[in-house]
């Protein structure tokens, strides 16, 4: 679990101080600090839902979200989270974490950093953008056939592995823009 922490938190941090960084130079306002602070660090850890709904929604006939539940109504959030570390790479057939979310994520965050001035809006879909790629390349990185399964899960047809870079490609640079508009965002 550390692991994974230190895997979501790293980038997110490095995005908060690049930001401020800049922000200092321009003189922002320190709500925009909290706002940003904040957004990030609800956004870098809101798509781990998915993996509750997969226990108590999705996948509820299984042993393990029969643990997942013994251990929420015992109020032990301990064992709820190593039982999430311990399984989480299981989890394939997942809502946030599958490629039409991904675009869905993409056309919501292209209107947000084309249309608002909210801080918080737009450092919570970038926290979302990264979450995700940090994901799709740690399994790119170790198997992707795991990525490729999780990414594609419900659709009838899966890009290619050969693909994959490309996609992963794509999906960064375009993280990458929202990450200078955000860094431009000076409400």
């Given at each position: 679990m550390k692991k994974e922490l230190t895997l979501h938190l790293v980038p997110l941090?490095?995005?908060?101080?690049?930001?401020s960084v800049f922000w200092l130079?321009?003189?922002v306002n320190f709500i925009q600090y909290i706002s940003l602070f904040i957004g990030l660090g609800l956004g870098s850890f809101f798509l781990d839902i998915?993996?509750?709904i997969y226990w108590f929604y999705t996948h509820t006939n299984l042993q393990e979200s029969r643990i997942a539940k013994a251990a929420f109504?015992?109020?032990?959030?301990?064992?709820?989270?190593?039982?999430?570390a311990a399984t989480?790479?299981?989890?394939?057939?997942?809502?946030?974490?599958?490629?039409?979310?991904?675009?869905?994520l993409l056309t919501i965050s292209l209107y947000v950093?084309?249309?608002?001035s909210t801080i918080f809006g737009k450092a919570f879909l970038?926290?979302?953008?990264?979450?995700?790629?940090v994901d799709e390349f740690t399994d790119f990185k170790e198997n992707p056939k795991h990525l490729q399964n999780w990414l594609f899960a419900r659709s009838p047809k899966q890009i290619p592995?050969?693909?994959?870079?490309?996609y992963l490609f794509f999906f960064t640079s375009i993280t990458l823009v929202f990450f200078f508009l955000l860094i431009k965002s000076r409400a």
């Open positions: 941090t490095i995005v908060f101080l690049i930001t130079l321009s003189k998915d993996h509750f109504k015992r109020n032990d959030y301990k064992s709820l989270l190593g039982l999430l989480h790479k299981g989890h394939v057939d997942l809502i946030f974490h599958h490629y039409f979310f991904q675009i869905l950093f084309s249309s608002t970038l926290a979302l953008n990264i979450h995700l790629l592995q050969s693909h994959l870079q490309q």
